[in-house]
């Protein structure tokens, strides 16, 4: 009996423990594929860690970064994230690229991550949010990356008084500067001028943070442009072309060098505002009647990128407003036009149509919804005469095309078939 009761408990088919092992514990309610695709890349991520430390990949990150290849920037700073998840480095640099690529969702969702991580160190991550978001959440967020930078700023004016400037380098790879601070307050003043404009008290905020701004960095030109731009919308005109023409005078003789001497992009970059901001300096003159220096500017604009509608369309309202210029001085002055006036206005219409002409086709192939600016375009072109025809306005713009007065293009024409042309 005791050996039969012994031996049926033996072949007792044991109970099926359903509950999930650690291991698969992240598996339940996956498809087979999915679960194979899981273990690939835990076998990949495993792989990787063995053959590369984070730094390296890190390294690696940064060279796709310098030469603008952000696809493979993001595969080699996942990687990273996948050695090392809360890598604060590496959260910031793929929140940077996914900026970059536009899918602004995974940003924010990689910034969060940092801000949790680390919510009192690393400014960069609460101004990439501010950028991402929009009226008082972006204040907020650029509001805390300031109190970040302020005080990382005061660390760092610690170490270098206790250990010099030199110890202080080789612990920031990158050293903070008031002009980080003055930047930080110029994206707070924008909301309040554009976003929150409409709210209480939206002008005295604006200018209170231009001027906080300013006193971190007191000839920084897109600080006195935006307090121009506050002083325009505020009515106070002179002031304000007063502030426009000093931020103007600080980096456009650099442009104009540098166009000259063919520096580099990086140069440029350091010492000339964005792309962006300089169309805004564009409607600024215009509006400020400085319509030469407008042209500067513009032209400026169009040799770095030729495929701007608004670019284009701003040359050709320029060139307009001065053929009209032109024309009133000579009726107030009660005298006949002379030969010389004739030309001049003549090469103002013609440049004119040429700008807006190019500005048409540009919009039709970008596929542009800015319906407004091509009315006024339409409507330009039909007091100037319609639109220019001939190969010259070729709505595939040619990389090397300068637009310019007309004697200027048909030098340009010459030059070009004398020599190749260069990239």
Partial sequence: MGG???GK?????????????REDAGFVGL???????????????KKTAEKYSVQQLLEKTEECLDSFDFEMAALFCQRALDVDSNNLQALDMLGHICTELGDTQKAKGVFLRAVELSPDEGHSKYMYLGQIHSGQEAVDYYTKGIQVLLSALDKQAQTKAQAGAAAARDEDSELLTAKDVCVAYCSIAEIYLADLCMTEGAADKCKEFIERALQYHHDNPEALQLMASYLFSTERN????????????LWLPTQKQSAASFSTEEDMQNEIPPYESRITTAKLLVESEEYEMA??????LLEEDDEVVQVWY????????????????????????TEEEMEEWKALKEAARSYLTN??????????????????????????????????????????????????EEEEEENNAEAPMEH
Wanted: proline letters at 4%; hydrophobic letters at 25%; aromatic letters at 4%.
């Fill in 295 to 300: 042209v500067d500017v513009l032209e400026g």
């Fill in 314 to 337: 701003l040359s050709g309202w320029v060139c307009y407003l001065q053929l009209e210029k032109a024309k009133e001085q000579q009726e107030r002055g009660g005298r006949e036009v």
């Fill in 9 to 21: 408990k033996k072949n007792k088919a044991k109970k099926k423990d359903n509950r999930p092992n």
């Fill in 238 to 249: 002179q002031e304000g072309r007063e502030y426009l023409l000093k931020s103007v005078g």
């Fill in 359 to 408: 500005a048409k086709k540009l919009y039709s192939k970008l596929r542009c919804d800015d319906h407004p600016m091509l009315e006024h375009v339409e409507q330009l072109l039909g007091e100037l005469g319609g639109e220019m025809e001939g190969e010259e306005v070729d709505p595939v713009l040619d990389e090397d095309y300068e637009p310019c007065s007309d004697d200027e």
């Fill in 4 to 6: 039969q009761a012994k």
């Fill in 31 to 45: 498809s087979p594929q999915e679960r194979m695709k899981v273990r690939m890349h835990e076998k990949a991520k």
